[in-house]
T-cell receptor, first 115, second 116 residues
Framework: NAGVIQTPRHKVTGKGQEATLWCEPI?????VFWYRQTIVQGLEFLTYFRNQAPIDDSGMPKERFSAQMPNQSHSTLKIQSTQPQDSAVYLC????WGDGAETLYFGSGTRLTVL | GDSVTQTEGPVTVSESESLIINCTYSATSIAYPNLFWYVRYPGEGLQLLLKVITAGQKGSSRGFEATYNKETTSFHLQKASVQESDSAVYYC?????????????FGAGTRLKVIA
């Protein structure tokens, strides 16, 4: 089991460009989470899916961020018109679906740098 | 709202000394959330260190311990004798926020440096 796979590991975009981040959850895990990590804010929840359906996207900046999970083997986080404040490490995690005590398995993250 | 507050780092401790990283939580949506400590070692991804799902119980792993105290809404992480290999960033977390929404909330993280 390769764990949660995130690609790319690093992405550099110019201000106003689009960035798409990919996540492959652990096979058999039905919950997928996206978090953003910065030095100032720490780990911020963005959104999560259960059985591919969006459950809670309350952490997503609505104007430019969107997330999808078209099938059980991958999820994408898309940021349109990237801004320097979007620079962060974006973490994807997956887990079994249970009672909220399930362990989250994190990927290594994608470091996004917006110039 | 729901939040986690933990010791602000960086924390520097000498090898073989004791360690405590404080964690307090606020869970307005659910009375007894599950509590977790995650750790990120240098060059590695975030991983579970320990978890406790029952108030009053203690969890332990790799020499670390944390007790779920519902009276003080705390979940402090302790170790009697740290090693250099414990140098990492530690995150306290809680979840779920209610019985229908299994969102997890993390603290800001505490960077620990253990010196020889």
């Amino acid at each position: 089991n390769a764990g949660v796979i995130q690609t790319p590991r690093h992405k550099v975009t110019g201000k106003g460009q689009e960035a798409t981040l990919w996540c492959e959850p652990i096979s058999g895990h039905s919950a997928v989470f996206w978090y953003r990590q910065t030095i100032v804010q720490g780990l911020e929840f963005l959104t999560y899916f259960r059985n591919q359906a969006p459950i809670d996207d309350s952490g997503m900046p609505k104007e430019r961020f969107s997330a999808q999970m078209p099938n059980q083997s991958h999820s994408t986080l898309k940021i349109q018109s990237t801004q320097p404040q979007d620079s962060a490490v974006y973490l994807c995690a997956s887990s079994l679906w249970g009672d909220g005590a399930e362990t989250l398995y994190f990927g290594s993250g994608t470091r996004l740098t917006v110039l | 709202g729901d939040s986690v507050t933990q010791t602000e780092g960086p924390v520097t401790v000498s090898e073989s000394e004791s360690l405590i990283i404080n964690c307090t939580y606020s869970a307005t949506s659910i009375a007894y959330p599950n509590l977790f400590w995650y750790v990120r070692y240098p060059g590695e991804g975030l991983q579970l260190l320990l978890k406790v799902i029952t108030a009053g119980q203690k969890g332990s792993s790799r020499g670390f311990e944390a007790t779920y105290n519902k009276e003080t809404t705390s979940f402090h992480l302790q170790k009697a004798s740290v090693q250099e290999s414990d140098s990492a960033v530690y995150y306290c977390a809680l979840g779920p926020l209610n019985t229908e929404n299994y969102k997890y909330v993390f603290g800001a993280g505490t960077r620990l440096k253990v010196i020889a």
